[in-house]
């Protein structure tokens, strides 16, 4: 077994994901940019977790898919990520840190703000200017959460380990 830590997401449908990744790609710098455009659930889990995580993700993607709407901008000093509302989400991740409350550490244990990062890392003035020119045309959209993933943390990149699609809509 991996001695990586797990990483828990959510799976964006491609249109949403495109959109994310595009603004991404745009804004962060690109030096420090090595994943795509995601929204962690959990940041660090014990890689001991592997199976029963993969079970409780099935489980959880019996039920239908997640409605969310990315609802604004969130300021993250040296950034800017798009805040994403989603109660059927939030559930199932609530479901989940019941399940393994002992093991979360402190970054998983606060509480949650979903969210996609599309800057981060750079001068808090560079982060407020593109925070201020997004929200001059940043309209409230629905946002497609396709299924859920466990991934391998290796090296500052992320490994699949497994991939769990919502089987129905609502």
Do not use: C
Not at 30 to 44: C, E, G, I, K, V
Not at 101 to 129: C, F, S, Y
Not at 143 to 168: C, K, Q
């Amino acid at each position: 077994m991996s001695a990586e830590p797990l990483i828990v997401s959510a799976l964006l449908g491609p249109e949403d994901f495109a959109w994310l990744d595009g603004l991404r790609r745009a804004h962060y710098p690109p030096a420090r940019n090595r994943l795509p455009a995601h929204l962690t659930l959990f940041h660090h889990l014990p890689p001991s977790l592997a199976p029963e995580l993969k079970q409780r993700l099935t489980e959880a993607a019996r039920s239908p898919h997640p409605r969310a709407e990315a609802a604004g901008l969130l300021d993250l000093g040296q950034g800017v990520a798009i805040r994403i509302v989603s109660p059927d989400l939030e559930a199932i991740r609530a479901d989940l840190a019941d399940a393994f409350a002992i093991l979360l550490m402190p970054q998983d244990k606060a509480g949650w703000r979903p969210h996609v990062t599309i800057q981060n890392k750079v001068p808090p003035a560079e982060a407020r200017a593109l925070r201020a020119s997004l929200a001059a045309r940043f309209t409230p959209r629905a946002v497609t959460i396709e299924g859920l993933a466990a991934w391998s943390y290796r090296d500052g990149l992320w490994a699949p380990l497994s991939r769990h699609m919502f089987r129905r809509r609502l």
